[in-house]
């Protein structure tokens, strides 16, 4: 990337202005038909395609903190996918970490959705619509731009710097 891209990037995350997504998905809904003269009301579920726009805050230390439970289930072992390691179909090894890592990502990227306040309900729904409809790339993707928004790094540089500048340096006692 550019410089002036990172730097609008930056920016962008310091005066909270989202990323955004789109997810097109079959939504349930359902329709209320009337029988016998309207005497009689019977459901039916209908599938319809929806396309629906996700907005990614720049996240919370608390949103962070839960994101943390999820993030600690991610591994790959790169030993397996190293040049020297002839005794492993790599193909197969790489859909065995997409399907490990999927269910974890798309909760990560729930989380990242929902925010501070959300019911335990609402983020089951979320996820599964999610999982189900994310593509491994876009789930990586988002993911990712989630850690960059998460903006871990400058807190760190921040949190070294502010512990090394104090206004009095203590003198040892003789």
């Known amino acids: 990337m550019e410089n002036k891209e990172l730097q609008k990037k930056e920016l962008d995350i310091l005066n909270d202005v989202p990323f955004v997504f789109e997810l097109e998905y079959n939504k349930e809904k359902v329709i209320q038909k009337k ?26 230390l608390s949103t962070m903190d839960r994101m943390a439970k999820y993030q600690i289930e ?27 890592n999927a269910e974890a990502m798309a909760s ?9 306040d959300y019911s335990e ?21 988002i993911t990712n731009e989630i850690l960059s ?4 790094a400058n807190f760190l540089n921040s949190t070294v710097t502010m512990s090394t500048k104090t206004t009095i340096s203590p003198n040892e006692v003789e």
Do not use: C, W
């Open 149 to 152: 928004y998460s903006s871990l």
């Open 74 to 100: 991610l591994y790959l072992d790169k030993s397996k996918f190293e040049k020297e390691n002839k005794d492993v179909d790599t193909f197969n090894e790489m859909k065995l970490v997409a399907v490990n």
């Open 121 to 141: 309900k609402k983020f089951q729904k979320l996820k599964k619509v999610l999982y189900d409809n994310l593509t491994p790339y876009k789930l990586e993707l």
């Open 108 to 116: 990560i990227v729930t989380i990242a959705v929902l925010g501070a």
């Open 35 to 60: 029988k016998f003269f309207g005497l009689i009301t019977t459901n039916k579920t209908i599938h319809e395609k929806v396309k629906e726009e996700f907005k990614i805050y720049p996240l919370r």
